[in-house]
């Protein structure tokens, strides 16, 4: 099916797979709006005379249900195919914003929003990831980076647009949720018919050679239960909570660091938050490819080591001095973009292709768990250590022990595990 559409746009399947990343791309450009959400908070306080904490609420129960969800949607893109899933995903995360727009307090918008839009994202956002790693059976950090990229620059796209609606006078805030509704269910269904598996066993015409790291790995195709029986699950995912815990953490508290510490004035500190989310879309792709090159493990301590040499930087350093704020942010934010690509690419070469959708669903669960441990930390550390600067030697400390487990426990799955 999938061979057949992209004959029908003209290219063959060796080529037209790269139409597929370019597909995944978009659509999480359109999940990854969730990204932009801080635009609305100031209009709905002004709207409701609400907290900015309760403004805050459908951002965090948007992304606790997005990661709740993922497992679940493993089964189903297993069971129905990516089109269908994504499709199903793409008209929940249109039902979330369009009844959004109906909301006349913060908890129905938090509701309505939150859960039902949070639910479309988590059912859709595995399905491309799934559809590009089948498509590129060996090397597949690099395509797999670049389709995760649409959701960590989303906000660049996004953002700029939903202010600008927010603010027109025949628009205003709730319309705003109505229209993006709409457009993102009609962009998704478009773009979601194009999603399909390759035939079983199909493999590129031209094959890949396979770097020296993943070709010594064992080919194992191990399902959800298997899995979990081995010990380079459990790794995957410990690191992975811990490379996103630490950069949320430092993503957090990333503008007032800037103010406070680095003593950029308000303007300057904004334009470097978005300076920061480029980084982070790019660490997507990089460590994608550098996955590809060096192996997990290798490309796990390659992380943890640039975030360990930031946290340390800032620590020692970082007291009114703009360029190492600049810097270090720019690589903790590339880190935690990182493993975004870094884990999905990770679980196929670890357990495989053929359960690849149960599996990544699973653990995908550690980013779920790094979001609130981070979010949570961060939003308290100046009380707890009296400054910003009391982060990094907790982000440091993450960091060498993520190197730890990284070098303990990322290893192959060995013949025992597997069965």
């Not at 709905?44 to 129960?61: A, D, H, K, N, R």
């Not at 990831?129 to 620059?153: D, H, R, Y």
């Not at 319309?175 to 598996?197: E, M």
């Not at 959800?224 to 699950?233: G, I, N």
Request: overall charge positive; charged content about 10%.
């Amino acid at each position: 099916m999938a061979q057949q559409h992209l004959k029908i746009l003209g290219m063959d399947a060796e080529k037209g797979r790269w139409l597929l990343v370019l597909v995944g791309l978009l659509i999480n450009v359109c999940l990854g709006s969730i990204y932009a959400f801080s635009v609305f908070r100031k209009p709905l306080e002004t709207l409701w005379g609400i907290t900015s904490s309760q403004s805050g609420y459908p951002f965090m129960v948007f992304l606790a249900v997005f990661a709740m969800v993922m497992p679940l949607a493993g089964n189903l893109i297993a069971r129905w195919g990516p089109k269908k899933t994504t499709m199903l995903g793409g008209m929940l995360v249109a039902a979330g914003w369009v009844t959004a727009s109906f909301s006349q307090d913060i908890n129905t918008l938090t509701v309505l929003y939150g859960v039902i839009g949070g639910a479309g994202v988590g059912i859709a956002y595995g399905c491309p990831i799934a559809v590009v790693a089948k498509w590129f059976p060996q090397k597949s950090g690099l395509a797999i980076g670049l389709t995760v990229m649409g959701f960590g620059i989303s906000a660049l796209v996004t953002a700029p647009l939903l202010k600008t609606m927010i603010g027109h006078p025949d628009i205003g805030i709730m319309n705003t949720f109505l229209y993006s509704g709409l457009a993102f269910g009609v962009i998704i269904t478009l773009l979601a018919l194009l999603l399909s598996f390759p035939p079983a066993g199909w493999m590129p015409a031209q094959s890949e050679a396979a770097s020296a790291v993943t070709s010594a790995l064992p080919v194992w195709n191990l399902d959800r239960q298997e899995m979990l029986k081995t010990p380079s699950f459990y790794a995957l995912w410990a690191t992975y909570t811990i490379g996103c815990l630490a950069g949320l953490m430092a993503i957090g508290i990333a503008s007032p660091v800037g103010t406070e510490i680095a003593k950029l004035d308000a303007t300057t500190a904004a334009l470097a938050v978005s300076l920061f989310a480029v980084f982070n879309g790019l660490g997507r792709p990089i460590f994608g490819a550098i996955t590809d090159k060096m192996g997990p493990k290798h490309t796990a301590m390659l992380s943890f080591t640039l975030i360990l040499a930031a946290s340390l930087s800032m620590s020692f350093f970082g007291y009114e001095n703009a360029m190492l704020y600049l810097a270090a942010f720019c690589v903790l934010w590339m880190c935690l973009g990182g493993w975004l690509a870094l884990a999905p690419t990770s679980t196929g070469i670890f357990f495989g292709k053929q359960h690849y959708a149960q599996n990544y669903g699973v653990v995908y669960t550690a980013y779920g768990a790094g979001a609130i441990l981070g979010t949570l930390i961060s939003g308290n550390i100046k009380d707890i250590t009296g400054s910003y600067l009391g982060a990094f030697p907790i982000v440091a400390g993450l960091a060498v022990l993520g190197m730890l487990i990284a070098a303990l426990g990322l290893n192959p799955v060995k013949t025992g595990q597997a069965r």
